[in-house]
Every structure is written in structure tokens, then in C-alpha cells.
């Protein structure tokens, strides 16, 4: 458990720092945002590789390591590719494709990230991500799948996380994970406000709440 903290904090400042320049990068270039559901035509045979890209960033521990690439002759995004940029089992750290944004449309509501992924020969582990952070880069909640992640070989199947934005939170963050090698491979994937009925799968506020007021856990995040 003390690792799901140590590795939301971890990646919480390295994403901070990177959205602070990818949000001056944006700016020069205008970027459009990003829709919140992806796939089919956005996927299909009408973007390019620089268009679906836009709104989205390879982060992650070791971003060097990892590539985002395209099927199809690297032209048409059918299915995007986060894999890594060489099949060695060695240890490469994590890379991620990555979007982030303002919480002000989802504060006070549950919102859940699905996607339809497989792996490829993945040596370490991959999934689904989602980050919620409040004031002065705090984690209010997090969960990354690693306690069902997908590992090997996969074939297509869709993944879930689901968090709660509380009235506080600042930003949103989210997407696909790779830790070590392999690749993952997205067919759809969706970002949408759910009833309060969909189960959280939050792994940061239930451990806040069962350390003591001032604890390591609580006070770290």
C-alpha cells in the first residue's frame, strides 16, 4: 500500500513540473483540446498521427524509453501504440500517455476513465491511470490498476477507474500506463461523469482515512 502512495507522489510532482511546461507549450501552438471520447472516427481513417497527439503527452519516470506509434503504416490511428522504444527486460522505469486539464467542469461529480486495451508481451505491468490533485499539487485521489493490471500478452478488454473530484481539486489526470517493456494498445477509450452508484476505485482516500490524523500517509499527500 505504501507503494500506491509513494508512486502517486512520486508521479504527481513529475507530471507537475511537465504540465507546467506543456501548458506554455500549448499556448505557442494552440493546441485544440482534447475529446473526451475517443475512438471510432477519432481513431479512424480521417486524423492523422499529429492529430490525435494533440492534447496529449508522453510522461512518465523514464519518457525517453517509451514511444507512442500508430498501426496501419504509422499513418492512420486506428489503434495508438505506448510501447517501449526497445524489448529488453531491463529495468526502464514507467512512460505513460498522458492528458490533463482543469477540474472546474468535474468537481462534485464521480468520473470514470474506460478504455479497451490489450498488451503486447508486457514484462513489467500496464493499465489504466487517474489522478485528481487539489491545492499545491495534493493527491485527493488516485488509482493506477496496478492491483489488476494487465501483464503479458492480452487480447482486446475493457478496463475501468473510477474517482470522486472533490469541490477543491484543481487539475484532472489520466491515461495509459507502461511499466517496463511491452506495449499496450488502445481501441476506444472514454472519460465521462458516472452515477454515484459506479463504485470508486480510489486507493488514495481510503488509505488517508485509515491513518491517523497527521499520519505519514495522510500528511504525505
Not at 509513494?6 to 511537465?18: D, G, K, N, P
Not at 494552440?30 to 494533440?54: C, D, E, H, N
Not at 490511428?77 to 468535474?106: N, Q, Y
Not at 473530484?165 to 484543481?170: F, G, H, K, R, S
Request: charged letters at 20%.
Amino acid at each position: 500500500m505504501k507503494y500506491f502512495i509513494l508512486f502517486a507522489v512520486c508521479f504527481s510532482s513529475v507530471a507537475f513540473a511537465q504540465h507546467r511546461k506543456g501548458d506554455r507549450a500549448a499556448a505557442r501552438e494552440q493546441a485544440q483540446p482534447m475529446p473526451l471520447a475517443i475512438g471510432g472516427s477519432f481513431f479512424g481513417k480521417q486524423p492523422k498521427l499529429r492529430s490525435w497527439v494533440q492534447g496529449w503527452g508522453l510522461t512518465g519516470t523514464r519518457p525517453d524509453a517509451y514511444e507512442i506509434r500508430c498501426d496501419e503504416v504509422f499513418t492512420d490511428c486506428a489503434v495508438p501504440i505506448l510501447r517501449t522504444r526497445a524489448f529488453k527486460s531491463e529495468p526502464l522505469g514507467m512512460g505513460s500517455l498522458t492528458h490533463s486539464e482543469s477540474a472546474e467542469t468535474w468537481r462534485g461529480r464521480r468520473v470514470e476513465l474506460r478504455a479497451e486495451l490489450r498488451s503486447g508481451a508486457v514484462d513489467g505491468w500496464a493499465g489504466l491511470w487517474m489522478r485528481v490533485d487539489g491545492p499545491g499539487g495534493k493527491v485527493l485521489a488516485f488509482d493506477n490498476m496496478q492491483n489488476r493490471a494487465l501483464r503479458g500478452t492480452t487480447s482486446f478488454k475493457w478496463y475501468s477507474v473510477v474517482l470522486d473530484v472533490p469541490l477543491d481539486a484543481e487539475r484532472v489526470s489520466f491515461g495509459v500506463l507502461l511499466h517496463g517493456p511491452g506495449a499496450v494498445f488502445v481501441r476506444e477509450l472514454v472519460f465521462e461523469e458516472v452515477d454515484v452508484n459506479v463504485s470508486s476505485t480510489d486507493l488514495v482516500g481510503p488509505l488517508r482515512a485509515q491513518s491517523p490524523a497527521g499520519g505519514s500517509s495522510g500528511g504525505s499527500l
